[in-house]
């Protein structure tokens, strides 16, 4: 079993639909990012978070540590929101290596 | 200029050839890292570095090297590619406030 696991790994949404792709993890954790990678092939950092919700534009981002669960939220989804989304948690103690999940791919239809 | 600079962007080369991946960095971080991306795979930790007189090996190591030239610089290495070595590579940097990717390196191995 995988110590990260996305769900979906597949998303299709119509233009405007509200998203939200789940992660779930097994590992003790110290925190947890949520990564875009464009078909460019770059990821870019979305949020690092270790407790509650961080808000950005119409990215929302939560974690309960109790049940080592993270949504990521999309809000009024638009094309160029389309990538794979990926999580990534931060291992507790002093290596804090990052494991990450296998994705999920999003495309949001015009 | 990009806080994580890879190069190159895309290499093709042969088998049995040395390749060197260069990675250099503008954000002041010590930890540096070297993963692997692979299709429906999740990224793979190579090789990461805490400090330049600190190199350890992550959970794919076989068949790659690594050198910490400097703070700003970790290059990795192929000293003999084949090609199941063939993925996108991706270099990058970490402090408390998260990580940093830079735009991952295409390599394919013929």
């Known amino acids: 079993k995988n110590e990260v696991e996305q769900s979906p790994q597949n998303l299709t949404a119509q233009e405007g639909e509200f998203i939200t792709i789940n992660c779930s993890y097994s590992?003790?954790?110290?925190?947890l990012h949520w990564l875009q990678q464009h078909p460019g092939g770059g990821i870019v950092s979305l949020f690092m978070?270790?407790?509650g919700k961080k808000k950005h534009g119409r990215l929302i981002a939560t974690i309960n540590i109790q049940e080592k669960h993270s949504s990521l939220h999309i809000t009024a989804s638009h094309p160029r929101d389309s990538a794979v989304y990926i999580c990534?948690?931060?291992?507790?103690?002093?290596?804090?290596?990052?494991?990450f999940g296998s994705g999920t791919q999003l495309t949001v239809l015009p | 200029d990009a806080d994580v600079t890879q190069t190159p962007r895309n290499r093709i080369t042969k088998t049995g050839k040395r390749i060197m991946l260069e990675c250099s960095q503008t954000k002041g971080h010590d930890r540096m890292y070297w993963y692997r991306q692979d299709p429906g795979l999740g990224l793979r930790l190579i090789y990461y570095s805490f400090d330049v007189k600190d190199i350890n090996k992550g959970e794919i190591s076989d068949g790659y090297s690594v050198s910490r030239q400097a703070q700003a610089k970790f290059s990795l290495s192929l000293e003999s590619a084949i090609p199941n070595q063939t993925a996108l590579y991706f270099c990058a940097t970490s402090d408390y406030s998260g990580y940093t990717f830079g735009s991952g390196t295409r390599l394919t191995v013929v």
């Open positions: 590992v003790g954790i110290s925190a």
């Open positions: 990534a948690v931060i291992s507790s103690g002093s290596a804090r290596q990052l494991t």
């Open positions: 978070l270790s407790s």
